[in-house]
């Protein structure tokens, strides 16, 4: 079954755990920009999706948002990504996999990767050309392989789930651009600047 703009119901999993290192072992989906926390911005992002799923810690999340853990806690993106599929129900074709920490992401990105996933997976490109592995949308039946030839998810770099996959790239029109991430306090206070120019 497709939505009224052209694609198909999905699920949302979103990724809120990690260390925060380089902001000095903070929550980083926890802090605020605006008023609302990364994360919030993030499930705003994603309120049409059938299911809105965040993996990491425990935490006080919307009603009907659905929250797990990747196993062992700490294992790395790809365990925190099979941990949220576990939870989404069979017959959605497409599930959208965030990072917990983007400030910028509309519901129109989200549209956008969803309306170019259409016949293989899709991943917005930053301005140095890198795919944003956690600002994508992934076929259902694909990602699950993947996942499964990955085996023993644990410590396994993000990139391997992308190895030879078919992904449309998507270069963002907007400005601040959808995938940027606050990974540094740099990144942090550049973003708040845009939310406060002047």
Same mark, same amino acid.
């Given at each position: ?36 926390s990364l994360l919030t911005r993030v499930l705003d992002a994603v309120a049409d999706a059938e299911v809105r799923i965040v993996v990491g810690p425990p935490?006080?999340? &919307? &009603?009907?948002?659905? !929250? ?52 293989? !997976? ?19 039946? &694909? ?13 396994? &770099? ?13 270069? !963002? ?26």
């Open positions: 079954m497709a939505a009224e703009d052209g694609a198909e119901r999905y699920a949302a999993v979103v990724l809120a755990g990690g260390g925060g290192r380089r902001l000095g072992g903070v929550d980083k989906p926890a802090l605020t920009l605006g008023g609302r935490r006080e999340l &919307p &009603p009907g948002v659905l !929250s797990t853990r990747e196993q062992p806690p700490g294992a790395g993106p790809i365990a925190g990504i099979a941990a949220g599929l576990a939870l989404v129900p069979v017959g959605l074709e497409h599930i959208a996999l965030f990072a917990g920490d983007l400030p910028f992401l509309t519901a129109e990105a989200v549209r956008e990767l969803r309306v170019a996933a259409a016949e293989v !997976s899709a991943a917005y490109v930053d301005d140095q050309g890198r795919r944003q592995y956690l600002c994508a949308v992934w076929r259902t039946g &694909p990602l699950r392989e993947r996942l499964h030839a990955v085996g023993d998810p644990e410590g396994v &770099p993000l990139r391997r789930l992308y190895d030879d996959a078919l992904v449309t790239e998507v270069h !963002s029109r907007v400005d601040p651009p959808p995938w940027y991430d606050c990974d540094t306090q740099a990144d942090l206070d550049r973003a708040r600047r845009w939310l406060q120019p002047g």
